[in-house]
């Protein structure tokens, strides 16, 4: 029956996003999706893979935009390097959109993923990110392009300060628009062409 699967994946998402992985009930998403235990373990080992099914498209949308962002530096021209830091309005913005267009997932993964594989999401994400973004630092820095010496766990400091400034308005149950209020004063917050030392 392959109605069967959207509803256990609809209840699971609201029975995760009201209780936390932890305490969420199986027998408790069975019932509101109107399958029994059975037909649920017929799909999903457990628990967690069924947290990681609910997830995973959100999960594969991040990795999709971090895929097609991660250009190598060494490919880029300057301006496109340097652009590479712009930040502005409409960067802040589109990223805004992005993680509101997929607040369920996201929501799941910031604040209800304890005692899954998923648990330090916001962490690793970051950690994905500074490799990335380091790398386009470096090649800005050997060209001449930037004069301030940053290290890799420096910029990881401020990469984690930046995407936690972005996903707090999530986790705090922030509507769009109040987000969208947030975005404007993180551009003033985060001036990344004056802490990475390019000429403006």
């Not at 009201?18 to 408790?28: I, N, P, R, T, V």
């Not at 609910?54 to 530096?73: A, E, F, K, Y």
């Not at 899954?116 to 386009?136: A, I, K, L, P, Q």
């Not at 975005?183 to 985060?190: A, I, N, R």
Request: proline letters at 2%.
């Amino acid at each position: 029956d392959k109605s069967i699967d959207p509803r256990i994946l609809e209840s699971a998402k609201e029975e995760f996003l009201q209780k936390g992985f932890l305490d969420a009930s199986l027998q408790e998403i069975c019932k509101n999706a109107g399958v029994t235990t059975g037909a649920l373990y017929k799909r999903f080992k457990g628990k967690e893979e069924l947290f990681c099914a609910v997830v995973q498209g959100t999960i594969d949308d991040l990795n999709s935009v971090m895929r097609s962002r991660s250009v190598p530096p060494d490919t880029l021209s300057d301006e496109q390097l340097k652009s590479a830091w712009d930040m502005d309005r409409s960067f802040m913005l589109w990223w805004f959109k992005f993680l509101y267009d997929r607040y369920d997932g996201v929501r799941l993964l910031l604040t209800c993923a304890d005692g899954t594989r998923h648990s330090n999401f916001e962490h690793e994400w970051v950690e994905n990110m500074s490799t990335v973004t380091y790398e386009y630092y470096k090649e800005a820095q050997k060209r001449g392009l930037t004069k301030t010496d940053i290290s890799e766990r420096e910029m990881h400091v401020m990469l984690t300060a930046f995407w936690t400034a972005i996903c707090e308005p999530i986790i705090h149950g922030f509507s769009y628009k109040e987000a969208c209020r947030i975005s404007d004063l993180m551009c003033g917050l985060f001036d990344w062409y004056k802490m990475l030392g390019f000429e403006r």
